[in-house]
């Protein structure tokens, strides 16, 4: 067994255990970051975007942010079921923390639109080429780095220790110990880290079916197959837990539709409104133009049955989505030679019945598994609808209303992705975890997607990019308030 000492201790070494070791050790103390990976970024190197409010390079392009605004619709968009002190808090950083990261050499390019017509836009990317989350994981581990903080990869956090007086005073972790690289066979190490003050930002519990049962009852992970990220198996909420803290009440999937897996061009055809989705029994069930707001379509698909849904559009709705090109969101979203590819993609995914092609609806039917009247009555309804210029079922707007009357017509058989978990300790705006009686627990913090009362029970695609903003955000305030106690202590 070894034992390490240290002022402030980091479990968890993505965007929010980064961001807090960076805002910590620019005030000089001395900082440990423990990963359970083999390298530092975990889920913070996947997102292309991130929320702020007024920031410089919003003003610089004439995008005058209301922060009151933006406020006010995130809290009645959850229905105020937030915490408004921490939803406050997380939006008056973000702005500085786009000069902050920029500092650190991350260069933002532009601010835009991640749905049609969003005002004001709060979606800050980098170069297109290379995700945002990467070039920002990369600018904080550097910027750690030269300030000396101490990355402990391969390190799992198992339970926190706490003192006689019941605050937390550091951690015991595991840690992957190479005993004979020849082999390649691996004992574990115990790691007791004693801290006087401890950050908890492990990501989530995405990967801990036990947890999403409890936190989030009636969700099918059986149901809805994991998408792009890691899947953590919630040890920050877990030891929070044990070491007393309490539980925010709502929690929210980030999940998405319509989402298959594999054949990425695909992605240039699902993302269309043009398209129609039908379930199981060959009905439509929503408005498509949904499509843009990811959370709303994934809690469409979820209401069907074994949360299916199949995609149809035909060969005129491909030549126009080629002929449109893409927009900036499919733009950073969607591989670049995705057009080049797509032919062979539709043969492919054709080949192992992801797809399938037909002259006919009733030829779709009986690929979907549907009777093949309900099928053909449901499109002869849309085609209808279209010539009238009005969707009087789901009110999907005439722009998007383009007739499917003529094959070849092809569907594509998706359903939802989940992305990663949002919620769980209770917190303070200082990102101090709090007991049962909403009082601070002692040394302890908790940042990212491991504290509740920033998202209700739908993610909020509105603020687009605010689960990697928050996260940064979080950690920043904790990393800055844990400091400064130490230092005043």
């Known amino acids: 067994m070894k034992e390490l000492s240290t002022d402030l201790l980091i479990l968890g070494g993505g965007a929010a255990g980064l961001s807090a070791a960076a805002a910590a050790c620019a005030r000089g103390i001395d900082v440990t970051v423990c990963e359970a990976n083999a390298q530092v970024g975990g889920n913070g190197l996947f997102p ?9 390079l919003q003003r610089k392009n004439l995008i005058f942010v209301d922060k009151d ?10 229905h105020y079921k937030l915490d408004g002190r921490i939803v406050r808090a997380l939006i008056e950083k973000s702005g500085d923390t786009i000069s902050w990261l920029t500092d650190m050499g991350v260069e933002f390019t532009e601010v835009i639109h991640h749905l049609p017509n969003q005002s004001p836009e709060v979606f ?12 920002v994981i990369r600018a904080l581990r550097r910027y750690c780095e030269e300030r000396k903080v101490t990355f402990l990869t391969s390190t799992r956090a198992m339970h926190l220790l706490t003192g006689d007086d019941g605050k ?14 020849a082999s390649g066979t691996e004992e574990d ?26 936190f989030y009852p009636g969700f099918k992970s059986e149901e809805v197959p994991a998408g792009g990220g890691m899947r953590h198996p919630g040890d920050g909420v877990r030891m929070a837990m044990e070491a007393g803290a309490d539980i925010e009440g709502h929690f929210t999937m980030e999940i998405a539709a319509p989402k298959i897996a594999g054949h990425a061009p695909l992605n240039l055809l699902l993302g269309k409104p043009y398209n129609v989705w039908v379930n199981s029994f060959g009905q439509r069930f929503a408005g498509e133009e949904i499509v843009y707001h990811f959370a709303m379509s994934a809690n469409a698909c979820m209401r069907q049955p074994g949360s299916k849904m199949w995609v149809i559009f035909n060969e005129d709705l491909i030549k126009k989505t080629l002929a449109d090109g893409r927009d900036r969101v499919e733009e950073i979203h969607i591989p670049e030679n995705a057009e080049e590819m797509l032919p062979q ?8 019945g992801t797809l399938a092609k037909s002259d006919t609806i009733e030829g779709l039917a009986s690929f979907i598994g549907c009777d093949k009247k309900v099928l053909c009555e449901s499109l002869s309804e849309y085609n209808a609808a279209c010539a009238s210029r009005r969707d009087g079922l789901f009110a999907k707007p005439a722009r998007y209303l383009l007739a499917l009357d003529k094959g070849p017509y092809y569907t594509i058989a998706a359903g939802c992705d989940m992305l990663i978990t949002h919620g769980g300790i209770r917190v303070n705006a200082s990102f101090e975890a ?33 689960g990697f903003g928050f996260a940064v955000n979080s950690g920043r305030i904790a990393g800055e308030h844990a400091a400064k106690k130490i230092l005043s202590e």
């Open 168 to 181: 937390v005073c550091g951690a015991v972790c595991t840690q992957k110990n190479p005993s004979d690289p």
């Open 124 to 135: 800050h990317i980098t170069d297109p080429k290379e995700n945002t989350g990467r070039v």
């Open 434 to 466: 709090l007991n049962a009686a909403h009082l601070p627990l002692g040394n302890l913090y908790v940042a990212g997607v491991d504290f509740g009362g920033a998202d209700a029970d739908v993610y909020n695609v509105e603020m687009s990019g605010h």
């Open 345 to 352: 993609t539709l043969i492919d995914a054709a080949k192992d």
């Open 48 to 56: 292309r975007g991130i929320f702020a409010a007024d920031s410089v």
């Open 189 to 214: 190490l115990s790691v007791t880290i004693h801290a006087k003050k401890v950050i908890v930002c492990c990501g989530g519990f995405a990967g801990n079916k036990e947890l999403i049962s409890r």
């Open 69 to 78: 605004a933006i406020f006010s619709a995130c809290m009645k968009d959850a």
